[in-house]
């Protein structure tokens, strides 16, 4: 660092973390001001205990799933905690795939305990240690996870109020029509092919 410049909180916070775990950390950036941690799924514990004691992170802001269907370890894991103290916030991530549960962080911050239930409930990623891993916010019986970019816009069931049978019923989903595919082309530009209703004009 040239002399008489002084490095910023994050910078230093970066450095820290870089200084101490060293090639334990998958990876590290710094960019747009926030500080972006990757760690493995057996260094996170550590990690977590590491920033809450020794850096006052001591409040967890989110935590929650990114899909990306290409990838083997498809899933990310994402953390945001918060230092009051240091008034600055850090984000660590860990890759997992669908069979591999990651750590549950409820016994450093019990209040990731909703969050990590969120995770399992739309994307299906799973906790090891976790008090009570089940879903919270779809309904009793739902098939599937339906943040995964694979699950199918209409779901695979609907349930709706019978009258005649007083009662919420379950039933394949039935389509009307099907969805329309939109090619986002520009209406100024026209497009590469004939709107229906437009084949008289040509």
């Not at 409820?106 to 906790?127: H, K, Q, S, V």
């Not at 969805?179 to 229906?196: K, M, N």
């Amino acid at each position: 660092m040239a002399e008489g410049t002084s490095q910023s909180p994050l910078a230093a916070l970066a450095e820290r973390l870089r200084n101490f775990y060293g090639e334990r950390l998958s990876g590290l950036s710094l960019a747009f001001g926030e500080l972006t941690v990757d760690v493995t799924r057996g260094e996170l514990l550590e990690v977590v205990q590491h920033l809450h004691d020794a850096e006052s992170f001591v409040s967890l802001t989110d935590v929650c799933g990114v899909d990306y269907p290409e990838r083997a370890d498809r899933f990310d894991v994402v953390y945001h905690l918060l230092s009051p103290k240091q008034n600055l916030r850090i984000r660590l991530k860990v890759a997992t795939d669908e069979g591999t549960p990651v750590p549950s962080i409820t016994g450093i911050f019990p209040g990731a305990d909703w969050f990590e239930r969120e995770a399992y409930d739309f994307y299906g990623i799973l906790f090891t240690g976790h008090p009570d891993l089940r879903r919270i916010l779809t309904d009793y019986g739902f098939d599937g996870y339906p943040l995964r970019k694979d699950f199918p816009t209409t779901g695979y069931v609907e349930l709706r109020y019978d009258e005649e049978r007083k009662r919420v019923v379950y039933e394949p989903v039935k389509l009307a029509q099907e969805f329309r595919q939109f090619d986002y082309l520009s209406p100024w530009e026209g497009t590469d092919y004939v709107l229906p209703g437009d084949e008289k004009k040509s």
